[in-house]
């Protein structure tokens, strides 16, 4: 509500949201890692962060079902009936699902990007080299990914589990956008089209 009252940037009658989420390990000596989820309303003139839920223990959230199933039912719930304020009614839409290259696997249930299976935006398998120690794709392009394609999982070695993103009826491909880190920064550009 209270970034509501920032007003909308331009007139609109839909709030749409970012979520954000990735794992930070805070301390060298331990194996405890926080993993907040954090959301921004990208439309409203405060569309500062702000922090919806955080996980902290040992490693990545297991099971994940358990980690999302608070932001997930919130989630359906404002999808489902939206938000009233000041006499107004708004429709609720999550725009993107933000995360790393390791955080977004971990959220979509599939392989991580340095798999054989790894590419986000088509089927093509890499190969493993021994001497440069990762994978590597040929400059053929493969079949292209798509919500359909990933919804019907016709890459079935590119799929790990189901996500409980899925309830939400998230668009895995089109909703998910690649973050620059791993593709440019880190140099793991080898595995996109």
Same mark, same amino acid.
């Given at each position: 509500?209270?970034? +509501?009252? #920032?007003?909308?940037?331009?007139? *609109?009658?839909? !709030?749409?949201?970012?979520?954000?989420?990735?794992?930070?390990?805070?301390?060298?000596?331990?194996?405890?890692?926080?993993?907040? %989820?954090?959301?921004?309303? $990208?439309?409203? /003139?405060? #569309?500062?962060?702000?922090?919806?839920?955080?996980?902290? =223990?040992?490693?990545?959230?297991?099971?994940?079902?358990?980690?999302?199933?608070?932001?997930? $039912?919130?989630?359906?719930?404002?999808?489902?009936?939206? /938000?009233?304020?000041?006499?107004?009614?708004?429709? /609720?839409?999550?725009?993107?699902? +933000?995360?790393? @290259?390791? @955080?977004?696997?971990?959220?979509? =249930?599939?392989?991580?990007? &340095?798999?054989?299976? =790894?590419?986000?935006?088509?089927?093509?398998?890499?190969?493993?080299?021994?001497? $440069?120690?990762? /994978?590597?794709?040929? &400059?053929? !392009?493969?079949?292209?990914? &798509?919500?359909? #394609?990933?919804?019907?999982?016709?890459?079935?070695?590119?799929?790990?589990?189901? *996500?409980?993103?899925?309830?939400?009826? !998230?668009?895995?491909?089109?909703?998910?956008? +690649?973050?620059?880190?791993?593709?440019?920064? %880190?140099?793991? *550009?080898?595995?996109?089209?």
């Amino acid at each position: 509500m209270r970034k +509501l009252r #920032s007003g909308f940037k331009t007139p *609109s009658t839909k !709030i749409e949201i970012d979520i954000f989420m990735d794992g930070v390990k805070l301390f060298n000596s331990v194996m405890s890692e926080s993993w907040p %989820i954090l959301y921004r309303c $990208a439309n409203l /003139v405060d #569309s500062r962060p702000s922090v919806l839920g955080i996980f902290y =223990g040992d490693g990545k959230p297991v099971p994940l079902d358990d980690y999302l199933a608070d932001s997930i $039912a919130d989630l359906k719930d404002l999808k489902e009936n939206g /938000v009233s304020f000041q006499n107004d009614h708004y429709e /609720v839409d999550v725009r993107f699902y +933000l995360g790393d @290259a390791p @955080a977004r696997a971990m959220l979509k =249930g599939i392989v991580g990007h &340095t798999s054989k299976d =790894g590419c986000v935006r088509c089927d093509q398998e890499g190969e493993y080299d021994y001497e $440069a120690h990762h /994978v590597i794709y040929s &400059t053929k !392009i493969g079949n292209e990914r &798509t919500d359909e #394609s990933f919804e019907m999982r016709r890459d079935p070695e590119h799929h790990k589990i189901d *996500s409980p993103l899925s309830y939400v009826q !998230i668009r895995f491909i089109s909703q998910v956008p +690649l973050e620059p880190m791993h593709i440019i920064d %880190i140099g793991a *550009s080898w595995n996109l089209c």
